[in-house]
């Protein structure tokens, strides 16, 4: 009768063995298990807050028993993951930059220009303030603290990294540093009209993009901080 196999280097003096390979296996399977497992629980949880806040506008600010209720899991699942609703709607602010910055990077390819891409950038971020649209990020920014201040931070990096490509092709002396200065800028006007419920017109969409095209064709810094230092000079004398 053939026998079981057993390990021919067993743990012991001699260092690790065949079991503890697959041990090591096994336990990776679980983890691997257990993080998916996870990621779906995150991925419930963040969708389950949005809709709730979605539903409350601005009128109540949802308790975490309403979310986790909505996602169809336990308060358990939801400390597991964040220490407190704030956040939770810290992650749903990061999940919606993320969105919108894949959101601007598809409408980007819509255009063969740099130009033209940074046209698509703009309006594709104010699109933002339209209906649904709007109610549901105002109602995320206002269960964070308000859509100007108060509000937990959220890298604005997602939305800022479509448009340093075109800044660059056109001639941007920091394309990276000019991407986030102008996305502030540009969500601060979205900011503005969330606040107020208004839509942004043609007019203004036709001055951020030119804005944002004159700060791409701007001299080098070099040059702007010469001028800088000729001011200070001429000031002092």
């Not at 933002?128 to 890298?155: K, Y």
Request: aromatic letters at 2%; a negative charge; one cysteine or more.
């Amino acid at each position: 009768m053939a026998q079981n196999a057993v390990p021919t280097n067993p743990q012991g003096a001699n260092g690790p063995g065949v079991g503890d390979d697959v041990a090591a296996r096994v336990a990776r399977q679980t983890l691997d298990r257990r993080g998916a497992d996870y990621a779906e629980e995150v991925r419930r949880l963040l969708d389950a807050g949005l809709a709730v806040m979605r539903r409350c506008g601005t009128e109540s600010r949802p308790r975490v028993a309403d979310i986790v209720a909505e996602a169809g899991l336990s308060n358990d699942a939801f400390y597991r993951h964040f220490p407190s609703k704030d956040a939770l709607v810290a992650a749903i602010l990061e999940d919606g930059n993320v969105r919108l910055g894949a959101y601007v990077a598809h409408q980007m390819t819509k255009s063969t220009t740099p130009e033209g891409q940074v046209r698509r950038w703009v309006e594709g971020v104010m699109s933002q303030a339209d209906d649904d649209i709007a109610a549901t990020t105002l109602a995320v920014m206002w269960n964070a603290g308000g859509p100007l201040t108060g509000a937990p931070a959220a890298s604005a990096d997602p939305i800022a990294t479509p448009l340093r490509g075109p800044l660059a092709a056109l001639g941007c002396a920091d394309p990276e540093l000019d991407a986030r200065l102008l996305t502030h800028a540009t969500v601060g006007c979205l900011s503005e009209h969330l606040l107020a419920g208004t839509k942004p017109s043609p007019p203004e969409i036709d001055h951020l993009v030119a804005v944002c095209l004159a700060v791409a064709g701007a001299p080098s810094r070099d040059g702007a901080q010469a001028r800088v230092d000729r001011t200070r000079k001429r000031k002092t004398e």
